[in-house]
Structure formats: C-alpha cells, structure tokens
C-alpha cells in the first residue's frame, strides 16, 4: 500500500489557506495545519485532519521546538510557510544550522535562503534588477541621505532631490507595514521623525517617487532543474489596506510574462512567489517587489484555470511543473462565507 504523505501548512488563517489546502488534499496528501489563533477562530481548520496551535514565528526558539515536534509527531514530509514572518524565520533557521538535521525528512517549499534574502532587501533587489536590465524598477535613496540633504537645504538640487508625492518604507518591509505617503515636507519632517525612534534609525528606510497606476501581481512558479516557468498577472481592482486583492482583472501579457520569467531566473526561484508591479501606462510596468511565498490571491490564479499550488508542490517533489493552459482574460471576485466553528458560551452559563 502506497504511503500518504502529509504536508504542513502553517498560518492556516491566512488568504491563501483555503487554496492551498484544497489543492494539496485533490493531489492526494494528508494535510495538517497550524496557526496562532484557536482552531475555532480559523474557519480552515475544519479542513485538515489535525490542527495545532502555533506560537509567534518571532519567538523563534519556541517556534522551532513546536516545529521539530509537530512534525516528528505527525510524520510532516513538506512545510509550506504560509506568511512572511515564518519565510523569515525559516530563512534565518537555515542560515544558522543544517535544516535536514533539524527537521529531518521534511522538505522546506520556500526559495533558497540566498534568494528569500535578496528578496527580503527592497534596495538590494532593484540594484540586482537594474543592473541586469530586467525590468523598470523604482531608484530609490536611503532616508538618512535624504533627510540630510533636506536639513541642509540641498534638496534643491535637481540631481539630488525627489519630488512629491514620496513614498518612505522599511528596506525590509512586507505586506504594506510601515509605509508611508508624504505629500510635502512638512509630512516628511513628520515621518522623518517617526522613523528616527525605530531602532535600525532612519537607514533602515528608503525614499522612492511615488508612481501612480494601477498595482499588478503576478503569481509565478518555476522549476530550476528544467528552467520552465510559468506566470499569470492579475490587476488587482479592489484590495484590503495590506495589500491583498479581493476583485481582480486576470489577463495575459506575453511582455510582462517575459519580463517574469527573466527575473525568475535571475532571482533563482523555486516553486511559486508572487510579483507586484505598478502598470504606470500601457505595458509600463515597474517592479515593486517579490514575496517569496504564496500571494494571497494565488486562488484568482487557481480559479482562473491554473493550480499553482499542485505545481508549487511538483517543484519540491521532482515532478516538474504543467505547461500552462489557455488561461482566459477574466474578472474574479472574492466573497467570504461564515461557519459555525464551535457553539459559545454566555456568561451567565459560565457563572
């Protein structure tokens, strides 16, 4: 008898869960879940065979003993990290120790630790794009150079200044954390000062010119060992304050897939990340940045008629990944679906 593999899917709370699960269990895995909420504040823990309540991926000693132990415990063959602070966490654990010692039999489905670190530092990924002529990237300065300037009134400058509106984020920023519009520079003396009480200081943030256009994503796989890669963009029409779209436009573009697969290749990816861009004007795209994980609409590509989880998976198990269709241009939406998890109790029945 053939032996079900389990998978481990962390963060099951998250926008990409639903997906992920369902994809993982039509491909015949047993799937287990965790995340830091209770099962019955997480709608998908109905949907795998064992739920565990998981500590903050930030407490990183007592995340990696739970991790070592649920999956010694339930016999886990693939982890999928589901969130940006797990990718970090397990990018870090790796940089540190010898994973297939630490979590033995399991393999990790994330990118390289290289490749999460690129990606994780939003100045070094657009030197490493623009210096290959990849794609338009967004030039940016450090807000200690900028703030200088501006104190020194040298901002005039053509060559040295940035016009307004600006936008200042962390170089390490994920999920729309920390980002900041200024207009002028009265708003900019005031995230100016706000940044200089983060601990890493003000060159822990970056100064860009803030392009207006619509925000498109593009979920990518890949597969290093054929070097296939496939790639679907959506604009994204209606999307919650961090970034996830609940109302998307899929499409096709031959140009912007080129530019996808090249920085795919460059990046050295693994199995399926997700791109912004800002679409600034017909087949204007400027590169924004890579989450090296599942995006949070990877079901609009899944519905759209390509499973990039199932071939997310094929990239970590040696299968390879499936040509893609002829995915049509459509509209998608997102609504949510409310289940019963567990009946409350009233005070009056506690007392």
């Excluded at 509106?165 to 000062?193: H, T």
């Excluded at 597969?223 to 963009?233: H, N």
């Excluded at 600034?280 to 989880?309: I, K, Q």
Aim: hydrophobic share 35%; aromatic share 8%.
């Amino acid at each position: 008898m053939k032996t079900v593999e389990t998978v481990l899917v962390t963060a099951i709370g998250s926008f990409s869960s639903g997906a992920v699960i369902a994809s993982c269990r039509r491909e015949g895995y047993r799937v287990i879940g965790c995340d830091i909420y209770p099962a019955e504040w997480v709608a998908s823990s109905l949907d795998v065979e064992v739920f565990a309540q998981a500590p903050y991926a930030t407490d990183v000693e007592h995340y990696r003993t739970f991790l070592q132990a649920l999956c010694a415990r339930e016999q886990v063959s693939l982890l999928i990290p589901s969130t940006d602070v797990e990718v970090d966490a397990l990018q870090r654990w790796g940089e540190e120790a010898d994973l297939s010692e630490q979590l033995p039999g399991v393999t990790i489905c994330m990118p390289g630790h290289d490749t999460v670190a690129l990606c994780r530092n939003k100045e070094k990924t657009e030197h490493f794009l623009a210096e290959r002529g990849l794609c338009r990237t967004i030039p940016g300065r450090r807000l200690s150079e900028v703030a200088e300037q501006e104190t020194a009134k040298q901002s005039a400058c053509p060559e040295s200044a940035l016009s307004y509106p600006r936008v200042i984020k962390p170089i390490d920023g994920r999920s729309s954390q920390g980002l900041m519009i200024v207009e002028n520079p009265e708003q900019f003396a005031s995230a100016v000062k706000r940044c200089r009480q983060d601990a890493a200081g003000l060159d822990r943030y970056l100064v860009q010119p803030k392009l207006e256009g619509m925000v498109v994503t593009v979920d990518v796989v890949r597969d290093p060992e054929s070097g296939e890669c496939v790639c679907l963009p959506r604009r994204e029409l209606l999307r919650t304050l961090n970034g996830a779209g609940t109302s998307v436009h899929v499409f096709r573009d031959e140009v912007l897939e080129a530019q996808c697969r090249g920085i795919a290749g460059a990046l050295d990816i693994r199995g399926c990340v997700n791109f912004e861009f800002i679409e600034a004007g017909p087949s204007e795209w400027y590169f924004l940045e890579c989450n090296p994980r599942f995006a949070g609409g990877v079901a609009f590509s899944c519905a759209a008629g390509y499973d990039m989880v199932k071939n997310h998976l094929n990239c970590f198990t040696g299968k390879g990944i499936e040509p893609r269709n002829e995915v049509q241009d459509q509209y998608i939406a997102r609504r949510y679906t409310e289940y019963r998890m567990k009946e409350g109790t009233t005070d009056e029945n506690k007392a």
